[in-house]
């Protein structure tokens, strides 16, 4: 039996089954990993600040035009759309076999397929909110806006996106609900993601299931726990599985 016929066996097995992903799934997409978009952004610009300054809390307050530029050329793909990972896991959830997918990632790709029960870790580029009056506005307000760094309609103050910046805790809810979600999981599925970004990474530790597959091009630290392990493109992988499940159907 090939890895893909396995995994597509588990799937079928499987009764509550949970999805925790990272970039791995949005490259497929066209969207660039974090890291690579932000060394194209310094190549560019000659910029002499790490990525991980660039996307923290203390340089956003401090250098907003900085960050808003790297921002808006770098992690807003407007056209992006759902590679066949991001259907897969749409129509698991349609068969009433995912309880959840918990993403690391901001880009609303989950959701455009179809997902529902998306628990956004980091955020999303979708929400943004007025840092004084906490108005709502769209990411349309966001690209639309005249100036750089987004102004609130409302009062004039500046407009942050609803993503977690490095020196920024994650949200105490979306947290519980993932907690509970992969505690109660049958057969966890990883996916797209190296787990090195903390805490998000540490969270997998609370699945107490039978099954955990991890789906990841490169070698993760957790590669000897898991049941098994598959370097494959995971959107390839993941359409291989949704096409043997509903020939069996």
């Known amino acids: 039996m090939s890895s893909i016929e396995k995994l597509a066996a588990w799937v079928s097995e499987g009764r509550k089954i949970v999805f925790f992903g990272g970039a791995g799934i949005s490259t497929e997409s066209g969207i660039p990993d974090f890291r690579s978009a932000a ?3 310094q190549q ?15 340089f956003f307050d401090r250098h907003p035009e900085v960050f808003y530029d790297f921002y808006k050329t770098k992690m807003i793909h407007l056209n992006a759309e ?13 068969e009433g076999k995912l309880d959840a997918v918990i993403t ?14 998306v628990l956004e870790l980091h955020g999303s580029i979708h929400r943004n909110y007025c ?4 108005r709502f506005h769209s990411l349309e307000d966001i690209m639309g ?9 409302a009062c004039g103050s500046t407009v942050k996106p ?5 020196g920024e805790n994650l949200d105490n809810t979306v947290i519980e609900n993932t907690v509970e979600a992969i505690s109660e999981a049958d057969l966890l599925l990883i996916g797209g993601t190296s ?21 990841n091009a490169s070698s993760t630290a957790y590669d000897s726990r898991a049941d098994l392990l598959i370097t494959e493109p995971i959107g390839s992988v993941l359409g291989q599985v949704e096409s043997l499940l509903k020939a069996e159907a």
């Open 39 to 41: 060394g194209i952004y």
């Open 82 to 94: 759902p590679n066949p990972a991001h259907r897969f896991l749409a129509w698991l959830e349609d």
């Open 131 to 134: 840092m004084s009056c906490g």
């Open 145 to 153: 806006s005249a100036d750089l760094v987004p102004k609130c309609n």
């Open 195 to 215: 787990l090195t970004v903390q805490p998000a990474a540490h969270l997998i530790t609370y699945f107490r299931g039978q099954r955990t597959v991890l789906l």
């Open 162 to 166: 609803d993503v977690v910046l490095y």
């Open 104 to 117: 690391q990632n901001i880009d609303g790709l989950h959701q455009k397929a179809g997902s529902r029960k």
């Open 44 to 58: 560019e610009k000659a910029s002499p600040y790490s990525p991980e300054e660039i996307l923290s809390r203390p």
